[in-house]
């Protein structure tokens, strides 16, 4: 039965929302210190981390928050990107971990998007990747011993797109990745000289194949990079020394599917490893010196940021669909629960989460997580797309698909075409060809949901944020007679239009996933694009859009709001004063009514 939203103040799944979330860093070479980012204040800030005490030092009070950072090795700094409400666009700045106001670090450079910052093993070097109308540079920055930053080097400069870097233990050596061939998004990997500038090695394993980076040996005598390829069909390690060019896959007889390298131990002896099977993780304890892997009996659920802790524990943040996300500390040797280190606070109880595979238009297997309300269905249902596309949706605790099943709705989330961990394929049938397959899963599971007698077949609607917001908005228009409404947030409407306004991060991903510019291939970016089939939308949609968004920037949103207007659809927009997505949890709580309300109304008329 359809109930009404529960907008009181103290209602129980707004708690959810306003749990403590902690994301931390650990220093690799001060393991007692780190970086944290926390919404303890309502806001997610940074704080510096006393990991034996556990308490948090507030570094940054910015109104519109901080989502993240990074914190040296020697822990003396903590980086972030400075930018404008939101828009991620700005300066690379440095605040002490003892606290201070922020320092540039590349006051010399005009405003630019980034989306890598990293250091040496020894913090005497900075290695950026920047992203303006010349395209993307990388620079380095060596830190003098008087901690002073000198000049800008810069190292290495492409059209396309750019990964990285990682920087060697000694910052000789930068690795990068970039799309090799004519673009798209297979990889490889180019070193570098730090002090010299020159190209020491590349490593590929062909044309259709990708490698990538993760980081270099915690030695000073070890030149390795701990990296991945696809060219079996999944992601799977490897070390290589661009030195010499010697390189090595890691052995793992019996561990099937896409493996990834989540930390390397300080003594070099040991690499961590998670395995991903049907969207579920494994984490692996790999010795370098041996080859063998040793499977941790750790609790199942999610995890993120695994790494090694001090007093030979593994740090990670676990989460499942009933418990918050916390840090937790793993026996390093076994895997099995110590102890937890950081708590989200108490919640209300929350619904389980169970896997489910359908088939979809043309067989291929789709995975994905369904969760159900108290009571008998078939019921009105929320149909989720994760943003991305280059993502996956696990077993995560997630407060709005909680806040969905409170009211009463089925919660369905899908790891369509062009998710990750489902292998090379998957992920790359949708690489120029946007917006088609994904839809068809999406086809697909409405009416799995349906023929299960899970969902009521007229009171399905959708709903995701990025890519998520997008395919909602997609979906509504190629498949009209499916869907209820939509509700999507921070979305793609026109890829025309996004590519001149995007921030240059985004242009060379762009250029990688749709294959060439739109005034190269007009016909992909046109059949790609929500506006397109804004004529045959029928149910109402809900848009919530962030005004500063340099990843979904906002006039694409406009025109495709003006153009159904014109039409006389049903739209409400709803502008919000900040970037791609909220760091403040009432907003976020707002956000959530809106859509509550929304679904309420369109699903009332209808009966």
């Known amino acids: 039965m359809l109930q009404q939203p529960q907008l009181e103040a103290d209602a129980s799944w ?20 780190g970086l944290a980012a926390s919404n303890r204040t309502g806001v997610s800030q ?6 034996a005490t556990g308490e948090l030092r507030q570094l940054t009070d910015r109104a519109g928050g901080v989502p993240g950072g990074v914190i040296a090795p020697d822990a003396r700094w903590i980086f972030y990107l400075d930018d404008q409400q939101g828009n991620e666009i700005g300066h690379w700045v440095r605040v002490p971990f003892a606290g201070g106001p922020p ?23 900075i290695g950026v990747s920047v992203a303006n109308d010349n395209g993307f540079q990388l620079y380095a920055l060596p830190v003098e011993a008087d901690d002073t930053i000198g000049e800008p080097q810069a190292l290495f400069q492409t059209n396309k797109l750019m990964l990285g870097p990682a920087l060697s ?78 390189r090595a896959d890691l052995l793992l007889p019996g561990v099937e599917g896409e493996v990834q390298p989540e930390d390397w131990s300080a003594d070099g002896q ?40 001090p007093d030979g524990q593994i740090f990670a943040h676990w989460q499942d669909a009933t418990h918050p996300p916390q840090l937790i500390a793993l026996d390093a040797q076994t895997g099995k629960l110590l102890r937890t280190v950081l708590i989200s606070g108490e ?11 359908f088939p979809s238009t043309d067989g291929t297997p ?36 909680q806040a969905w099943l409170d009211h009463g709705y089925a919660f369905a989330t899908i790891n369509y075409r062009g998710s990750t961990t489902f292998g090379r394929e998957f992920e790359q049938q949708i690489w120029g060809d946007v917006g088609h397959w994904e839809v ?72 990688a996933l749709l294959g060439g510019t739109p005034d190269e291939k007009p016909e992909v970016y046109a059949a790609a694009s929500p506006i397109t089939y804004v004529e045959r939308v029928q149910a109402p949609v809900l848009v919530i859009q962030g005004s500063n968004d340099s990843r979904c920037p906002p006039r694409p949103m406009r025109l495709y709001e003006a153009r159904m207007k014109e039409l006389g659809k049903q739209i409400e927009v709803h502008w919000f004063d900040a970037g791609h997505g909220s760091y403040v949890v009432d907003q976020t709580i707002q956000h959530q009514e809106l859509m509550l309300e929304f679904a309420y109304r369109v699903l009332q008329s209808r009966q």
Request: include cysteine; charged fraction near 20%.
């Open 440 to 511: 068809e899963d999406m086809v697909a599971a409405q009416r799995w949901l349906v023929d299960q007698g899970i969902s009521a077949p007229h009171q399905i609607l959708l709903t995701g944020w990025s890519y998520g917001g997008y395919l909602t908005l997609q979906a509504l228009g190629k498949r009209p007679e499916l869907w209820a409404g939509g509700l999507a947030g921070i979305a793609i409407a026109d890829w025309a239009i996004q590519y001149e306004d995007s921030a240059e991060t985004l242009k060379g991903y762009l250029l």
């Open 103 to 125: 320092e540039d670090i590349t006051p010399e450079l005009p405003p630019y998007a980034s989306w890598g910052l990293s250091l040496n093993r020894t913090s005497s070097v």
């Open 347 to 357: 919640v209300p109880p929350s619904r389980p989460w169970r896997s489910m595979t």
């Open 366 to 401: 789709i995975q994905g997580w369904l969760a159900l309300p108290e009571g008998d269905g078939p019921f009105p249902t929320i149909l989720d797309t994760h943003g991305g596309p280059t993502a996956v949706m696990m077993e995560y605790y997630s407060a709005g698909a």
């Open 14 to 33: 707004k708690q959810r929302f306003r749990r403590v979330t902690t994301r931390t860093q650990i220093a690799k070479a001060n393991p007692q210190r």
């Open 46 to 51: 940074l704080y510096a981390w006393d990991v």
């Open 270 to 309: 040991h690499i961590l490893l998670c395995q991903y099977r049907q969207a579920v993780q494994q984490l692996y304890l790999y010795n370098v010196l041996d080859n063998t892997a040793q499977k941790l009996e750790h609790p199942r659920g999610v995890f993120e940021g695994v790494s090694f802790g």
């Open 169 to 246: 233990y000694d910052g000789s050596v930068a690795v990068v990745a970039v799309p090799q061939g004519t673009g798209g998004l297979h990889f490889k990997l180019v070193a570098l000289d730090r002090r010299s500038g020159a190209h020491l090695a590349e490593l590929s394993d062909g044309a259709d194949t990708s490698v990538e980076m993760k980081m270099f040996a915690p030695l000073p005598d070890d030149m390795r990079i701990l990296g991945t390829s696809n060219r079996s069909g999944n992601s799977r390690p490897l070390l290589w020394n661009p030195r010499t060019g010697e």
